[in-house]
Structure formats: C-alpha cells, structure tokens
C-alpha cells in the first residue's frame, strides 16, 4: 500500500458527496396494494397484525391416540395399558366425542385435539401395527407413560390474534409470503416499486438483434440498466436510444413524464457533444459533476420539469463506457431506487479479502477495480483477483466479477497479500465454493 502524494482536483466531489447530494432528492413512494406473492422484495407499509391464532386449535404433534395422561401411569413396552378408540380425527375435521378415562381417539398430525384429552401418545408406542392403521382396534394398547401436553401444540403458540406480526418496513421474502398466507391474506399494503425510464444515447449505437453495420456498437448500456434496476425491485421503461438530434431526444423525454427516476447513459463528460446537456437544461436544472470515483468520473444529476405534472422528475445522467455506466449505477442509481421503496440498508454488503494481484490507482481517484471474490474452505478466507484489464470499456472483466475491490484515493496501489474491501455485486452460492486461483 503506498500512499499518493499528489494534490487533488479541487472541484472534484467525493463519492459520498455526490451519492448525498442525489439521494436528498428522493422520498420514499407511498404504498400500493399488491397479492402477497408479488410482493417479494417490497417493504410493508404498514404494520400487519393478526386476527386469528395460529394454529387456530390445540392440534397433534404426530400420528398417535389423544388420551388422558393419567391414563398411562405405569405403562411400559411389556405393561400395555388398554384404552377404547372412539373414533378417528384427521387434519382439516373436527372431533365428535369427549375423550374421558380408559378411552382414547386416534388423531393425525394436525388434527385438533378432542375435549377431554391432553395428550398425545405417538402410534410407535402403542400396539397399533401399520397393517391395521386404516380399521383400528376397538382398543388400543398403550406401551409409554406420557405426561400433559405431550406432543400437542398449543392454540396460539405461533401466532395471537390481535398481535402484531410483522412491523411496517420489513421487507418482503418468500418466508414472510408464507407467514402472510397463514394469517389468510390474499392482498398487502407494501411501498410501491419506483418506475425508471433508460435512456441511452449516441448516433453510434446498434440495436441487439440487428445486423451489424461497420463503425457502430451493439447498445449494451440499455439492457444493462434494464437488468440493473430490475435486479433491484424498480420497473425499468426502455426509451431504446436517442439519436443525438434534439428533436428526437425531447420526444423519447416526453415519454418519461410519469416516470419516478430518468437514467441516461453518454452525453454527460466534458467532451461530450452538448446535446444531451442544452435539451436538458432546457427541460429543468441540470449540474455536471466530476467524482473522485474510477471508473464512471463524470455524472450529470438534476431535475427535468414537464408540462404534464407539477413535480419536477429527477435525472440521474450515468457516463457511457459501459462499466462507467454500470459502476455508476452501482453508486447512485441503486441507492435511489432503495430509498424510494423505503428500504433501510442502501449499500450492498462489503468484505475485506486478500488480494492475490495488483490494483492500480494512477490518478487519486477512488478506484472501483473488478474482482473475482472466492472463499478458501480450508483458510476459511476470502481473496480476491482482479478480472481482467480494468478500462472502462472492458465488458468482459464486469462480467466475470462477483464484486468491485476498493482502493481509496489516496493509495497509489495495492499489492497482493494486502487486504482489500470488496462490495459483494453478488452473494451467490457458487463464491463459497468456488476457487478461482487454480
């Protein structure tokens, strides 16, 4: 690790600075009503409290016979003690007879417990054989001493009527889907998801699919952000690619007036061609920023107004290199579209790993360098290998990184065996496993 000497540009902003300065222009959305199974990855807007027990009733634990405890003092595998079988309850139905001494009913697992009994005596345990489980005995030997409460589960255990289940601003998962089902809710009040408009730029650009024509480039920022912005629980509206006309660009705007959030990619860096700036400006406020951030330095943030609506929409405008636009996404995009679906923990999760190359830091800036983070099992370790060449355009070396390694402004360099803090792009079940340096 060595430290960098140099002074900085002094109108530079730091990250924090800029991802600040962006996200005071957002709120959270207000809420919709959605079927609890769509709405995985939105936050509740409201508390969730329960109008019923669950489970509903006392109910058996196991297949087995609901007794009177007292019944089975002193029974023993070579001590059976007899019961009369009154009738047999399965799940989903309601026991007819009270349960008295000397006489047991046969239950299944869930099936409410009978009045009168209080406990449960697995089938294991009993003379009952699995031959004649379907025409049980007239009665039924019992082989253990239970005590009250064996094997019941208690009305209420999981949930109270009239208690609070769930707290406003929990995120939704398939668990919380489940426990939501249980209560019996079919419908929920959760933030809604932020619409986001993308809107790529450039006379250069190819649509996928199309033939390749000589001097131009498949437009990857566009799916890029669709995916980036879906992946974080927005709704992404595909504007496809503006040419750089001014007619043209302030017609695909207009089709952005509902949206939450614009996300433009080029047009924004010093030498760009000042287009895209002069329409918006015209539009609303608009300020060009230079972050201390490598890749993705330039950054356009403002406000664009439109005839349609009284609020103004905010316009976050990313660089076009691709891995600029997507590790400026990463910065700002994602924490905006966080906070607006009301979402506390705005920044992905970080870990610090050994770095097993060399990440470069030339010019001061923060340097987001694409790695590959594994776990060594044996170690129990984490490293971390830079991909591949770090340019901006470099797509390859984005798509093989399952994080961005930091190295801080003022550090020239860091050298393998140093320790380096990693923001996990993706926690999935392969990085633990998986050893990249063989």
């Known amino acids: 690790m060595e430290p960098h000497s140099h002074h900085h540009d002094e109108d530079m902003l730091s990250v924090e600075e800029a991802k600040e300065r962006v996200l ?33 009733l006392d109910n058996s634990a196991m297949d087995g016979y609901a007794v009177v405890a007292g019944d089975t003092l002193g029974a023993g595998p070579d ?7 009154l009738e047999t309850i399965s799940a989903g139905s309601l026991p007819t007879m009270e349960v008295s001494a000397g006489k047991a009913s046969r239950i299944m697992t869930g099936a409410p417990i009978p009045s009168g009994a209080d406990a449960v005596v697995p089938f294991e345990l009993t003379t009952e054989t699995m031959t004649n489980l379907s025409d049980p005995e007239h009665s039924i030997g019992i082989l253990t001493k239970v005590t009250e409460g064996s094997d019941i589960r208690v009305a209420g255990r999981d949930v109270t009527q009239g208690a609070k289940v769930l707290d406003k601003g929990t995120v939704v998962k398939s668990s919380t889907v489940g426990l939501l ?3 019996g809710l079919r419908e929920i009040s959760v933030i809604r998801r932020p619409v986001v408009a993308i809107l790529a730029t450039g006379d250069e650009l190819l649509e996928p699919g199309s033939d390749y024509v000589k001097g131009k ?13 879906e992946s974080v629980g927005g709704v992404a509206l595909s504007l496809g690619v503006a040419a750089d006309d001014a007619v043209t660009l302030r017609s695909k705007l207009e089709q952005a007036a509902d949206c939450d959030l614009i996300i433009t990619s080029a047009g924004v860096s010093k030498g760009d ?78 870990l610090k790993a050994t770095l097993v190359d060399t990440i470069h830091n030339y010019d001061g800036r923060r340097v987001y360098a694409r790695v590959s ?20 355009n470099i797509l390859t070396a984005l798509a093989y990184a399952n994080g961005l390694g930091i190295c801080p402004e003022n550090i020239s360099k860091l050298d393998p065996g140093d320790k380096v803090e990693v923001v996990m792009l993706d926690w999935s079940e392969e990085m633990v496993w998986l050893d990249c340096s063989k």
Do not use: C
């Open 373 to 392: 983070v594994w776990k060594d099992e044996d170690a129990k370790v984490y490293y971390a290998q830079t991909t591949g060449s770090q340019e901006s």
């Open 79 to 85: 001590h059976p003690i007899y019961l009369e079988v």
């Open 217 to 229: 480039i498949y437009d990857s920022n566009t799916s890029t952000l669709i995916a980036a912005v």
């Open 273 to 350: 061609y000042d287009l895209v700036k002069d329409v918006l400006e015209e539009h609303g406020n608009l300020e060009f920023w230079s972050v201390r951030m490598k890749p993705a330095k330039p950054l356009a943030f403002g406000n664009l107004n439109f005839r349609k609506r009284p609020d103004p929409i905010p316009l976050l405008g990313l660089p076009g290199n691709p891995v600029s636009t997507f590790v400026a996404f990463e910065q700002f995009g994602r924490p905006a579209i966080r906070l607006m679906m009301g979402k506390a923990l705005l920044d992905r999760p970080t």
């Open 24 to 56: 005071e222009n957002f709120v959270t959305l207000e809420s919709e009503i959605v079927k609890v199974t769509e709405a995985v990855g939105q936050v509740l807007a409201s508390d969730v409290i329960s109008y019923l027990n669950i489970p509903p």
């Open 181 to 183: 089902s249980a209560l």
